[in-house]
DNA sequence: GGATGTGAAGTAGTTCACAGCC
DNA sequence: GGCTGTGAACTACTTCACATCC
């Protein structure tokens, strides 16, 4: 077990989702050279306050520098062992679609520790292709153990998808399709839609409101606490 | 101007966020033939609280009815109303790589109301050929106007997409890559990054927190108030 | 009776402002 | 001097609980 000072305060959701923008942004800067950055030029690049960096960064234990910042190279290391990018996660990809595939062969998508160990697609003219160095499968012949699955099918067929990664064990799934899923309590699922935020942008160009015309640098799209619906 | 009752009482962030899954939902039910709902029910498919869908609601006007629930068609023409999508969206898309290819030909992504007037990318072997019943052209003959920009293009040139886009007088984008963009005040930039959904699901397997453990039905990953970086 | 809509209460997140440390 | 880290103040969001209306 990878220790390190490993302060485990509980992140509030809100930093949780902003701490991937910090890494982002620390591993873009270590690419250009960068060794040393500051709460404000944080904030400015990840469209937050200093004070919510701080904040943030804070609940990794005591990673800055009093009078001179952060060290790039430490928030990279921190943030990935804040996240759990120390651990190894086996993906499973469901749907080969332009969607799949883009994501089977992107090197952004992926985290460190994470490793595509089965793609799967129910067309006779992909099974047994290669993709990203992986062979595609047949569903329907069984889904292979995995941490984390991910369903790029249409959506009609989004629900059994879920079903079908849940009777294979697993447990997290992160669901591309506009579809609700239900899944047995102790399955965790994150939606992502693309529209979502398209209508964001489309309310706000309407209503001349938020990230336009408020004289805004920037802005960032982040994602929201997970809200539970209690069991009926 | 279509009018309606239009109580333009303004929605906060994330009710906004949730609007589009109620939307979503309400779709569900009407193809399924249902005509009313309740916010319980409502709630559960979303993942939140019966309550936080009434107060969400409530911000469109009063479009329940006290005693029975909410008319389900009503419900999908008013948020279509509140977000927007009674007006027309003209949209480019940069860079069609599979994700590109992805949104382009994808039935969810486009709300609607909106419209893609120009499909760009660099590659000969792609311009001048068809997607979705639009001809690819080369983005450095010039961007045509458009109302959202959607930048799909590999990292390492979202920027200088981004400046070409503003060049082309659009003020709002949908950046799908994980560059942080320069843009001037008074454009808008929303970001898509698919690995932080990823990472915040390894962050609560790894923390057997939130989601997981927790005794909960489902989650539901939102989008977040854009927070702005005041210009230094 | 039953579900909405909403004041009031509670909770969570952000920002201020400054003490503490380099 | 300057920037972090953090109590305290503030703001925003959610949830409760019930009056209101169908």
Not at 3 to 8: C, E, F, P, V, Y
Not at 18 to 27: C, E, F, G, M
């Amino acid at each position: 077990m990878s220790s390190a000072i490993n302060r485990n305060r509980q992140l509030s959701e809100p930093t949780i989702a902003r701490l991937p923008v910090y890494q982002r942004i620390a591993q873009e800067m270590l690419r250009r050279g960068l060794t040393k950055t500051d709460s404000k030029r944080l904030g400015e690049l990840a469209g937050v306050t200093a004070a919510t960096v701080r904040r943030d960064l804070s609940g990794l234990g005591p990673l800055g520098t009093r009078g001179s910042g952060y060290d790039v190279q430490t928030l990279e290391v921190q943030i990935d062992e804040a996240l759990g990018h120390n651990r190894l996660y086996d993906v499973v990809i469901i749907g080969l679609g332009n969607l799949g595939r883009a994501l089977a062969g992107s090197n952004n998508f992926l985290i460190r520790g994470a490793q595509i160990v089965g793609l799967y697609d129910v067309d006779p003219q992909l099974i047994g292709t290669e993709i990203a160095g992986v062979t595609v499968r047949d569903p329907r012949d069984g889904i292979s153990p995995a941490t984390i699955g991910v369903i790029c099918t249409p959506t009609e067929v989004a629900q059994e998808t879920a079903n079908a990664l849940v009777e294979a064990n697993i447990h997290a799934i992160l669901n591309f399709s506009p579809m609700v899923l239900e899944v047995p309590v102790g399955t965790a699922v994150r939606y992502v839609d693309f529209s979502i935020e398209l209508q964001i942008l489309a309310y706000h160009l309407t209503n001349g409101t938020g990230p336009l015309g408020g004289g805004l640098l920037r802005t960032l799209g982040l994602t929201t606490p997970p809200v539970a619906a209690r069991p009926s």
